[in-house]
């Protein structure tokens, strides 16, 4: 088979054979195909598309291409959650205790920050949790406690690996195929019997509007159903932070606010979403009555205790999270509605003054970040607070943060969940 003529077939916008696929990203893989060569057929995709047949097949075919985690020795159905990406987005921290108190099997493989958005094993790292445990022992945890969250084990889905890396500096990301692709390959590797995708649509997303968002659903779900594996995908504005709190302790705190039963509004309503389609995905029960319990157990205090049985088990501490003493309050300089929020601005100063990481070896400052107290549809009156900053040993310009804010006469309704897709 010959890789200049894959591409010329996707440049001509014809559908690629199985075989053909299966040439391009084993090729890649072995270092046959070249980067230059793999850029110019992801473009090609981007440009023309894959149909619902290539995309099964780019999926199956990178899913092949590395381990698979077998979880069939963990009691009862394992639903796992993905999240695509978000600024302030620490629902994993939440749900994963507050779906584990249910009673529900959480085997939990999470990733670290990426670009502007934070990740759920910085955040655990931040309370001196340990994310790296054999599977062994992850399964022994889980099937002890119901819970376990941990990073990438194994030689999961290498080919993705790979190919991602190409596409976030080849401007080859915004393929919904190739995201589609991408995201089921690694969930299927992961084991789960059952999936909730968290799509996130908005201005601090990948996924800037509802038609990509709902046709990037449908074809996650297809793609389960292809491989006998039930997906459900709530799509959730991201337009905005989720919640107040953006950086790794100050996300943390918030994440025990509402393990508290207390915290913002919008991270409750996203979290016990998630949390009862999960709950009742596994104990094939009906949607009201798995979220009554998913309620019952964080007014009870049944998640929180999850939590921390789950910290204590992986080595972690809650009692001296510390954040950074520098804090300023950065006030407005304009009275009116909030009406827009540069979400993935934000997300980028938090990077910036050390919440993230700049180069891929970057330590990251746990301490910093950021804490609204304006939201969309919120009034600020002219020098009231907008936000807290947390710094250590950054600075950030006023003006970059009040950039992130548009404010205006008119007061902006939202609303948080858009869509709820099943099969
Ligand atoms: N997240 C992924 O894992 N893959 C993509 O292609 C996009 C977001």
């Known amino acids: 088979?010959?890789?200049?003529?894959?591409?010329?077939?996707?440049?001509?916008?014809?559908?690629?054979?199985?075989?053909?696929?299966?040439?391009?990203?084993?090729?890649?893989?072995?270092?046959?195909?070249?980067?230059?060569?793999?850029?110019?057929?992801?473009?090609?995709?981007?440009?023309?598309?894959?149909?619902?047949?290539?995309?099964?097949?780019?999926?199956?075919?990178?899913?092949?291409?590395?381990?698979?985690?077998?979880?069939?020795?963990?009691?009862?159905?394992?639903?796992?959650?993905?999240?695509?990406?978000?600024?302030?987005d620490k629902t994993t921290l939440i749900l994963a205790s507050l779906v584990a108190s249910c009673g529900v099997s959480v085997a939990k493989m999470s990733g670290r920050g990426l670009g502007y958005t934070g990740g759920t094993i910085d955040k655990l790292e931040s309370i001196g949790v340990k994310t790296e445990m054999t599977l062994d022992d992850f399964i022994k945890q889980v099937n002890d406690i119901k819970i376990a969250v941990v990073g990438q084990m194994g030689n999961l889905v290498p080919a993705d690996k790979k190919i991602y890396a190409l596409r976030d500096v080849t401007a080859t990301?915004?393929?919904?195929?190739?995201?589609?692709?991408?995201?089921?390959?690694?969930?299927?590797?992961?084991?789960?019997?059952?999936?909730?995708?968290?799509?996130?649509?908005?201005?601090?997303?990948?996924?800037?509007?509802?038609?990509?968002?709902?046709?990037?659903?449908?074809?996650?779900?297809?793609?389960?159903?292809?491989?006998?594996?039930?997906?459900?995908?709530?799509?959730?504005?991201?337009?905005?932070?989720?919640?107040?709190?953006?950086?790794?302790?100050?996300?943390?705190?918030?994440?025990?606010?509402?393990?508290?039963?207390?915290?913002?509004?919008?991270?409750?309503?996203?979290?016990?979403?998630?949390?009862?389609?999960?709950?009742?995905?596994?104990?094939?029960?009906?949607?009201?009555?798995?979220?009554?319990?998913?309620?019952?157990?964080?007014?009870?205090?049944?998640?929180?205790?999850?939590?921390?049985?789950?910290?204590?088990?992986?080595?972690?501490?809650?009692?001296?999270?510390?954040?950074?003493?520098k804090v300023f309050s950065i006030k407005s300089i304009k009275e009116g509605y909030i009406t827009k929020i540069n979400t993935s601005k934000l997300g980028e100063i938090v990077k910036l003054i050390g919440g993230g990481r700049v180069n891929k070896e970057d330590k990251i400052n746990y301490k910093v970040g950021i804490v609204l107290n304006k939201k969309i549809g919120d009034y600020v009156k002219k020098d009231e607070e907008l936000l807290k900053i947390y710094l250590e040993d950054k600075d950030m310009s006023i003006k970059e943060i009040l950039n992130c804010f548009e404010i205006g006469s008119k007061k902006i309704e939202t609303k948080l969940i858009k869509e709820i897709i099943c099969q």
Request: negative net charge; glycine residues 8%; hydrophobic residues 40%.
């Open 173 to 325: 990301v915004e393929s919904i195929p190739l995201i589609a692709s991408s995201i089921m390959s690694k969930k299927l590797a992961s084991g789960a019997d059952k999936i909730v995708i968290d799509l996130k649509v908005g201005n601090g997303a990948l996924i800037k509007n509802i038609k990509d968002a709902k046709e990037l659903a449908s074809l996650m779900i297809e793609i389960g159903k292809d491989n006998d594996k039930e997906v459900v995908c709530i799509v959730s504005d991201m337009n905005q932070p989720l919640g107040n709190a953006i950086g790794n302790s100050l996300e943390v705190i918030e994440s025990i606010e509402v393990l508290k039963n207390k915290g913002p509004k919008d991270v409750r309503e996203l979290v016990i979403s998630l949390a009862s389609h999960m709950v009742s995905m596994a104990k094939n029960i009906e949607l009201e009555e798995a979220k009554k319990e998913v309620i019952y157990n964080l007014k009870n205090n049944l998640a929180y205790e999850k939590f921390l049985s789950f910290v204590k088990a992986q080595g972690g501490n809650i009692d001296n999270i510390e954040v950074a003493r």
């Open 1 to 88: 088979m010959d890789i200049i003529k894959i591409i010329e077939n996707k440049k001509n916008g014809l559908e690629l054979t199985t075989e053909e696929i299966k040439y391009a990203v084993d090729g890649y893989l072995n270092g046959e195909v070249k980067d230059y060569q793999m850029s110019a057929l992801l473009m090609a995709i981007v440009i023309n598309n894959m149909s619902k047949r290539e995309t099964f097949d780019l999926t199956k075919i990178m899913l092949d291409s590395g381990d698979k985690i077998d979880l069939s020795s963990i009691d009862g159905v394992v639903v796992d959650k993905h999240s695509t990406g978000g600024v302030g």
